[in-house]
């Protein structure tokens, strides 16, 4: 499926011609995303300061610690400005720190030394559960269906999608939606973890609201490329 | 699964691993898996699958861009995640203690490190010992994110690494070359970290290990493919990840950079020299404010090629720890000497 998409490495005369996706670099694993979005043929560029999300056409928020993100982003003035482009809304795509990221509300913030709790952008109406899934040994990997990917590339003929590897590292999961939002993936309840009752229940892990999309798990750490692809159909405004 | 012989090099210097077979399948496999995954369209096993390759090298990909602090107590570790640590090592003293102290120095004991894994919601690391699989069993069943295989520790064994393979929670391994790097992954390790002198405030080692690291990379990458095989020998390295290395130009796994590291500049340097990441030991809680200093490294790893910021990140930070010159530590108590 690699061979589908454009080899030829961007320059920057290209860039009026091509979408331009930031991917937000304060930490987190910023390279295999910029990778990821490259090797569709957008450029892709790294976001550290508030000015340079102007001229974006999208962004992602990456893996890793949420915490870090937040607290970096709120220091540097970029939280308010994103918070502001969301809300007028600049598609983003965040995986599982990102997802935390997009959630309007975070089921568990941790309270930093003045008691006031983490926060997030915001944007996608759901409750995030951060860690859900438990410790690093409990992160897993998983073949996962996910809605809206028919006709995107990788598609076998008859249109039908095969699963996607989803990696789930220390993951969230989203303990609720509202109505505008739409469910693209759960994890099936034999796969997760019992709760205080000990029965186990179905979670959700891709939701997409409008021009906004999060996953819990990292489809860019296992060379998938379908989800990035979805962001920028969802951008294009034809998905 | 085959086992065969892929490293019999017993006309090194050192004679390092003599006539030793590796079961050198798995590592290959796991690198197949690792680079073939979007090429492969069959239908994968649809369980969920904990500790794989790519579950334990993606954690440290995760943690990318930030900053591990050493703590020892679970105020520490409070203080540590307030101040934007992407993680923390829980450990009983810090390296400068233990410089200090001198004796043996074990991993931490588990009530403790509970009581940090309770006091912070960010990932949590703890050392073992070299080659005391016991003790990273242990680690294991505690919890912890990340098990640091770590020669600021006393070593338990002065022949073998922990097979690292075996255990579900992820390794990191110092390394103060790329041969060494390579034998550590080889191991199962899912991220490597250089070696510098721990506890001294003085860079200059992990400086040493950075560049050589980053040099050996850049030769193999030069090399045709039919040297290769020596090249391995002389790293004492297996071929497999000799091969990718020359191929991709970069280590299979993340590189941070850990020893002496006391100011943001030190951090950013680091940074600048290629790593992915930075471990701070006694720089933190060694120094006269550590809030401070550590929000300080924090942002000067997030903004490491930007010198106006840099200058803004390292004033009014108080009195750095005060450092010892590695030139001074005579050789035999050199913690970076540990390990094979």
């Known amino acids: 499926m690699r061979g589908t998409y454009p080899t030829r490495a961007l320059r920057e005369s290209d860039w009026p011609l091509v979408l331009r996706i930031g991917v937000l670099g304060l930490q987190g694993d910023v390279r295999e995303h910029l990778e990821a979005l490259e090797s569709l043929g957008v450029a892709a560029l790294p976001v550290k300061s508030p000015d340079e999300l102007s001229g974006l056409d999208g962004l992602v928020l990456p893996g890793g610690e949420s915490t870090v993100i937040d607290k970096l982003s709120r220091l540097y003035g970029l939280a308010a400005v994103l918070k502001a482009k969301i809300a007028d809304g600049f598609p983003v795509y965040g995986s599982c720190a ?16 003045r008691g006031e709790p983490q926060q997030s952008f915001g944007g996608i109406d759901m409750v995030v559960k951060r860690n859900a899934f438990g410790r690093q040994v409990d992160s897993f990997e998983v073949d996962l269906e996910i809605k809206g990917l028919d006709g995107l590339a990788g598609s076998t003929p008859g249109g039908a999608q095969p699963p996607v590897r989803a990696a789930f590292i220390r993951a969230p999961w989203v303990q609720s939606v ?62 | 699964m085959i086992v065969h012989p892929v490293l019999v090099c017993d006309d090194t210097p050192k004679g390092f691993v003599t006539r030793r077979t590796y079961d050198d399948s798995r590592t290959a496999e796991l690198i197949e898996r690792k680079h073939q995954v979007s090429e492969n369209e069959g239908v994968r096993n649809p369980a969920a699958t904990t500790g794989s390759d790519r579950v334990k090298r993606g954690m440290a990909d995760m943690l990318k861009g930030g900053v591990i602090m050493d703590v020892v107590t679970a105020e520490q ?32 004991d588990p009530d403790m490190i509970d009581s940090i894994i309770a006091s912070v919601s960010i990932p949590v690391m703890a050392k073992a010992r ?61 991220m490597i970290r250089s070696k510098g002198e ?84 006694s720089g933190i809680f060694k120094s006269g404010n550590p ?50």
């Open chain 1, 98 to 113: 990102g997802m935390i990221l997009l959630a309007d509300t975070i089921a568990d913030p941790t309270m930093n030394l």
């Open chain 1, 178 to 239: 509202g109505d505008t939002v739409e469910v693209l993936a759960s994890i099936p309840a034999e796969n997760t973890p019992k709760g205080v009752d000990g029965t186990r229940t179905a979670r959700i892990v891709a939701v997409r609201s409008g021009k906004l999309l999060a996953t819990s798990f990292h489809p860019e750490v296992a060379g998938e490329r379908r989800i990035h692809e979805l962001f920028i159909h969802m951008i294009r405004g034809d998905a």
């Open chain 2, 77 to 108: 570790a409070k203080i540590a995640e307030d101040a934007g640590a992407v993680a923390v090592m829980a450990l009983e003293r810090v390296p400068a203690d233990i410089r200090a102290q001198g004796g043996v120095s074990r991993a931490s």
């Open chain 2, 130 to 190: 070299i080659g005391h699989f016991v003790e990273a069993q242990i680690l294991q069943s505690l919890g912890v994110d990340y098990v640091d295989e770590s020669e600021v520790l006393s070593p338990a064994d002065y022949e073998h690494h922990i097979d690292k393979w075996n255990f579900k929670v992820p390794f990191v391994c110092g390394a103060t070359n790329l041969g060494e790097a390579l034998r550590r992954i080889n191991e199962g390790a899912a």
């Open chain 2, 198 to 281: 721990a506890g001294t405030g003085d860079v200059s080692n992990a400086t040493g290990h950075m560049r050589k690291i980053r040099s050996e990379i850049a030769k193999l990458a030069a090399l045709p493919e039919d040297e290769l095989y020596v090249a391995a020998k002389e790293l004492q390295a297996p071929y497999q990840l000799v091969k990718e290395v020359a191929s991709t130009g970069k280590l299979p796994v993340v590189l941070f950079t850990a020893g002496g590291i006391a100011t943001p500049a030190d951090a950013a340097m680091m940074m600048q020299l290629g790593a992915d990441g930075v471990f701070v030991g």
């Open chain 2, 291 to 340: 809030a401070q200093r550590a929000a300080a490294v924090v942002k000067a790893t997030t903004f490491y090629n930007d010198p106006d910021q840099l200058a803004k990140i390292s004033r009014g930070l108080g009195e750095a720890m005060v450092g010892i010159n590695v030139a001074d530590i005579p050789a035999p108590h050199r913690l970076s000497e540990r390990g094979w």
